[in-house]
């Protein structure tokens, strides 16, 4: 595996790097690391800037510090799994692939996050996140485990609003503060949360190498779109 | 409640029931194949039928029988009341904002000509320049050691003719009109834009032609995507409906829309009024950036807003950003959909937000850094000469291009009924469009006005768009006040 210094060699010698596993060390805050990356391995150390791996089309990014804002933007394919925290609008418009972060999340997490055929994106957040997770959820699975945060609001205000698709599940029995009369908010059977949770969460657990049972522990809830009360209503044509 | 059309037919029909077969909003039909049956209300006067009768026998007309005329409350007035008390719905409506009370400038722009004291050129004669290129230019010149001149030049747009297609999007529009239109700007060596629904593969071989969208729902947008284009556009507004987002129902998203978009079949398409991660002019800047790092800083970034109040700080600010081209459309700018009190409230005309914005950029020294595109009911080319004499380097059309695939402005796009096969899915309807006659259509319309344009400029004695743009003494303003003249930057005609 390479070890680059980002501060010597500069962000355009190390996308040159082409295919294979590239750590990169030194990172303060220099942006659009990993932009539009198809394929390889790239650690990051340190702490990137904004716009990290957005557009990542199937490579994977692992960060041992904090992101920042905008992270995994229009994310297609691949992995982002950050050690830290993530800033604001984390994964907005994300289609596919997968986005952990084992620490919390800011504002506007998932925004329009989607699904389309084989392509389903997935957020999972440690800690807790901040208001708007979720808003515009057009497809996909958003979990936010809120470690650390037992027995709190694991998510701010605005959680889900106008989403019309994918599901938000949430390892608390508390229902999010102000919570849209669009949405319903329902609880977890045993089954789905094998089914479904399990093997997305022991998938998180190991990218970070912590126990997956810790992160199952206790139950869920699922917040989801009410179908029936959907946009179209709203319109009379002239 | 009162039927707004009224459709008749004289003796000269031979009952080939032609008319009902055309007719795809129900409003003709045949009774057991064989009588004709009118149900005026549902007619949108489209002329799809009128154009079909083989004997002429077909006339629609307005309904002669009226409200009660009122001053205030007119016939539109009441019979939206009446339809929102029924259904207790937003209004939907389609197409540039129709306000007769919002002037028209390009109507009160009259244009120069020369006369003795300088020649006039002959365009059949002489070499006449309507090539542009459209992106930033650089301050100054950079040498290297050996005193040679470094080419610094940032990604351009190279337009033979000033006119381009404006964004519509495949889904809002069909994919034979997509082809129709990328054909057109392949053979005019002008673009063509996709809107923000996706690019339909089968178009990719036209990607140099291409001007890829991102919006706020950023539909459709992956890395290839990106990267088969000439260009990226961000999306942050449009002049049918400036500050609001999209809707496409999940009725349009069938089949190819479906994949197209990347959104799964019969859901909803929404796109939310702002983009959730461009909240200030830096978060901007950061996704021009991300943009040109996915595609390694080889083609230019636009970004389209719609003309609304503060246009000309926005703009500066959008220079400002890193974006190469801004793109400003009008308060009558086209739409597929839009809420009908956004669309005829909102905005301002293009004309006025095309002075400000040039005047603006010039007094702040960065005119030079971005180029401009201007659209909003450009109808024909002087209007075209007209924006570019005010300030825009190119224009775009999308009402006039639709018409010239026979679009007849019966503003009933947002149904997806359209008869001329133009904004709809429904496979029976769009292969009413001949993507190779559309595109020889186009191609003659745009031909046609270039060739106007360079009559018009040979006229004012110019020889190049480069000269015509932000020109303003070739205009002179009848029936304005002196703050109209003021914004627009002209005089009144005489002076």
């Known amino acids: 595996m390479k070890v680059l210094d980002i501060r010597k060699d500069g962000l355009e010698d190390i996308g040159k790097q082409g295919i294979g596993e590239v750590t990169i060390t030194g990172c303060l805050g220099e942006r659009y690391i990993g932009c539009g990356m198809k394929d390889g391995v790239l650690h990051v150390v340190g702490t990137p800037g904004n716009a990290l791996a957005s557009y990542l089309d199937g490579g994977t990014v692992y960060v041992d510090g904090n992101a920042q804002d905008a992270a995994a933007d229009t994310m297609n394919a691949g992995l982002l799994a950050v050690k830290g925290s993530a800033g604001d609008a984390l994964a907005y418009g994300m289609r596919g692939g997968r986005v952990y972060i084992l620490g919390d999340a800011g504002y506007r997490a998932g925004v329009h996050m989607k699904a389309y055929e084989e392509k389903k994106s997935i957020l999972v957040i440690g800690g807790r996140s901040g208001s708007f997770l979720g808003e515009y959820l057009a497809g996909g699975i958003i979990i936010v485990l809120g470690l650390g945060y037992e027995g709190r609001n694991i998510t701010g205000y605005f959680c889900g609003n106008g989403m019309y698709a994918g599901t938000i599940y949430l390892r608390t029995d508390k229902t999010p503060p102000n919570l849209s009369d669009k949405l319903i908010r329902r609880s977890v059977d045993k089954k789905e949360k094998e089914d479904i949770l399990r093997p997305i969460i022991s998938d998180f657990a190991s990218a970070f190498s912590i126990p997956a049972e810790k992160c199952l522990e206790g139950s869920f809830i699922a917040i989801e779109a009410d179908k029936s009360k959907s946009y179209s209503q709203l319109y009379a044509a002239v | ?495």
Not at chain 2, 25 to 50: K, Y
Not at chain 2, 188 to 216: D, F, M
Not at chain 2, 271 to 286: G, R, V
């Open chain 2, 1 to 495: 409640m009162l039927r707004r059309y009224r459709i008749r037919k004289d003796e000269s029909c031979v009952s080939c029931l032609r008319c009902a077969r055309e007719c795809s909003f129900g409003a003709i039909t045949a009774e057991d194949g064989q009588t004709l049956s009118f149900h005026h209300e549902r007619c949108v006067d489209c002329q799809r039928c009128v154009s079909f009768c083989p004997t002429g026998a077909l006339c629609i007309t307005e309904d002669e029988n009226r409200f009660r005329s009122n001053s205030v409350f007119r016939q539109d007035d009441i019979r939206e009341i009446d339809l929102q008390a029924r259904t207790g719905g937003v209004l939907l409506s389609s197409m540039g904002a129709p306000s007769e009370s919002v002037p028209i400038y390009f109507d009160k722009l009259l244009l120069n000509a020369s006369q003795v004291t300088n020649p006039s050129i002959d365009p059949l004669r002489e070499p006449m320049e309507t090539a542009v290129f459209i992106g930033q230019r650089k301050e100054g010149i950079d040498r290297g050691s050996d005193g040679r001149i470094v080419d610094n030049l940032p990604p351009h747009l190279e337009l033979r003719t000033p006119i381009m297609f404006s964004a519509m999007s495949y889904g809002a529009i069909s994919l034979n009109v997509h082809k129709a239109l990328a054909k057109a700007a392949e053979t005019l060596g002008t673009y063509w834009n996709t809107g923000e629904g996706g690019l339909h593969e089968s178009l990719y071989p036209y990607k140099r032609s291409t001007i890829v969208q991102v919006a706020s729902g950023r539909f459709g947008v992956h890395e290839t995507y990106l990267n088969t284009a000439a260009a990226i556009e961000i999306k942050i507004g449009q002049g049918a409906k400036p500050g609001i987002g999209g809707h496409l129902t999940g009725r349009k998203i069938i089949g190819d829309v479906s994949k197209t978009r990347m959104v799964p079949e019969g859901l909803d398409a929404i796109s939310p009024a702002p983009h959730h991660d461009i909240y200030s002019i830096e978060d901007l800047a950061q996704l021009v950036m991300s943009l040109k790092e996915a595609t390694g800083y080889r083609k230019p970034v636009i970004v389209k807003v719609a003309a609304v109040h503060n246009i000309a700080p926005i703009a500066s600010g959008i220079a400002r950003s890193g974006a190469d081209i801004i793109s400003i459309d009008g308060y009558r700018g086209g739409t597929g959909a839009a809420p009908k009190r956004i669309r005829d409230n909102v905005g301002i005309p293009i004309e006025l937000a095309i002075a400000a914005v040039d005047q603006r950029l010039r007094e702040e020294r960065i005119r030079d850094r971005v180029s401009i595109i201007a659209s909003g009911g450009i109808r024909n080319s002087s209007d075209a000469v007209k924006t570019i004499a005010l300030g825009a380097d190119a224009v775009s059309v999308g009402t006039a291009a639709l018409c010239a695939l026979g679009c007849h402005i019966c503003a009933s796009c947002h149904t997806g009924r359209c008869a001329w096969g133009l904004a709809t899915q429904d496979p029976e309807l769009t292969k009413r469009l001949d993507p190779e006659k559309g595109a020889e259509r186009l191609v003659n319309l745009v031909n046609a006005w270039t060739r106007e344009i360079q009559e018009i400029m040979g006229g004012m004695g110019i020889n190049s768009i480069e000269a015509l743009r932000g020109n303003r003494m070739a205009l002179r303003g009848v029936g304005l006040n002196a703050k109209e003249l003021d914004i627009l930057g002209i005089r009144y005609a005489g002076e």
